[in-house]
Each structure stands twice: as C-alpha cells, then as structure tokens.
C-alpha cells in the first residue's frame, strides 16, 4: 500500500478555524492519526484495481478470512472452557 501522507499542522488549522480551541483540535487530530494508523487506501492503491468487480472479490475474500479467523477464535474459547471446567471439576473435591 502506498504511503499517504497527512498535514496534521494544516488539519490543526482548519480545525480551529473552523471553531474547535487548539485542544481540541489536536485531540481530534491525534485520534484521527491513531485510528487509520496509516492504513488509508490511496488513489494508487485503488488503481491496481480495473474493474469494480476485481475489488468486491478481494473485499469477499477479506471477509471470507475474517469469518474463519472468528471461528477459530471461537472454537480456541470453547476448548479453553472446557478443558478448564474439566480441571476444575477434577481438582474439586
């Protein structure tokens, strides 16, 4: 993915032109810059894909990982309370 880069000075400044105190301005920014974490898609990044289909097949792939992902995590959280309810009834008197 290619780098996007982010004015956070020039974001600051619109903020507070806009009406926010420079406090607040930054905290807003701050959280923007930690909630996309440099994981924006970019105009290059979207041109790889030709056509409207070829990004639903990755996006229907990324899903389809992430549902697997879930249920193994899943069946991990069923295994660990079962083996620990089983420990804990062996360890009971």
Do not use: C
């Not at 070829?54 to 899943?74: F, K, N, P």
């Amino acid at each position: 993915m290619g780098a996007l880069t982010f004015d956070t000075h020039k974001a600051v400044t619109s903020l507070k032109n806009a009406g926010f105190d420079e406090a607040q301005a930054e905290a807003v920014v701050a959280t923007l810059g930690e909630a996309t974490n440099g994981r924006l898609a970019t105009k290059d990044d979207l041109a790889d894909f030709t056509t409207k289909a070829d990004l639903r097949t990755v996006i229907a792939e990324l899903r389809a990982d992430l549902y697997r992902q879930m249920w193994l995590m899943g069946a991990s959280i069923v295994t660990l309370n079962v083996t620990l309810t089983v420990a804990l009834v062996k360890l009971l008197p």
